[in-house]
């Protein structure tokens, strides 16, 4: 592959997915690690890119801006489904568990919808509706104002709502993980929702991929140390997988 393709390649990749870390371009272009460096630089001179640690991101990537809901639901979704397998299996019959609005989290339906005596608690209506059909498993949806265009439930009566309870385990999701800062999300609507679901909770569990590791979001929900799991997909560098493990996070590499 000469290097006007490469370059082109890399471009694409990374616009679909935002981030790509080095590891992932020489597995994709079956090169060595020195090309990928030299065609990353060459991008990034012309703009098109922004280097990060490890890997590259979009160039001018807007922090405050939330993709659509069919944007998200339609990324990564290979990703998403072996998050959701992952995650399915810390979910047992006869317990209580939170399941947090967002695409990811929706990705955990399809492996707990065989459990029996589940309870379930959402303020995501596309979660609700998926669950309909399972004879073993109660669903109770928040309440809240609904946000339109997201198919979530959100505001001070959601919150209030789940504050109200205890569960064995959440499932939360974010839009980027900081490692010294913590969890950030695009959202400020969501903040106080996922605060009480995060103190509902036993055991949380955040589900991201690991392009969350390099994102940017502007608003902090928690620090690392009220996340007890991490599950996340092998294209986290494992220097940052071992940081987790150091400060006592469970990691789940799906």
């Known amino acids: 592959m000469i290097r006007d393709e490469r370059l082109e390649k890399i471009t694409e990749y990374v616009q679909n997915r935002h981030y790509a870390s080095v590891r992932e371009l020489m597995e994709l272009l ?3 690690k020195a090309t990928v460096r030299r065609d990353l630089e060459l991008l990034s001179r012309s703009n098109a890119v922004l280097l990060t640690r490890g890997g590259v991101t979009c160039e001018g ?9 069919n ?26 568990v939170i399941l947090d609005a967002g695409t990811t989290t929706r990705a955990i339906v399809p492996h707990i919808r065989e459990l029996t005596g589940l309870n379930l608690v959402t303020n995501d209506l596309m979660i609700a509706a998926d669950l309909n059909t399972c004879e073993g498993v109660n669903v109770t949806v928040t309440g809240g104002q609904l946000r339109k265009g997201f198919f ?38 969501e903040v106080s929702l996922k605060k009480s679901i ?20 502007f608003i902090s929900v928690c620090p690392l140390h009220d996340i007890d799991v991490v599950v996340t997909d092998r294209g986290l560098e494992p220097d940052l997988a071992q940081t987790l493990r150091e400060m006592g996070i469970e990691v789940i590499l799906a």
């Open 30 to 32: 079956k090169v060595s």
């Open 61 to 69: 990537k807007d922090k405050n801006k939330e993709l659509a809901y």
């Open 71 to 96: 944007e998200k639901r339609s990324a990564n979704t290979l990703e998403k489904n072996r998050l959701g397998e992952a995650a399915g299996r810390l979910v047992r019959s006869n317990s209580t």
């Open 152 to 189: 979530t439930l959100r505001g001070y009566m959601a919150a209030d709502f789940v504050r109200s309870m205890r569960a064995d385990l959440a499932f939360v999701g974010f839009d980027a993980l900081d490692m010294r800062a913590g969890c950030f999300i695009t959202n400020a609507d």
């Open 198 to 217: 995060i103190e509902a909770a036993d055991k949380v569990v955040a589900v991201l991929d690991h392009t969350k590791f390099h994102a940017t979001a």
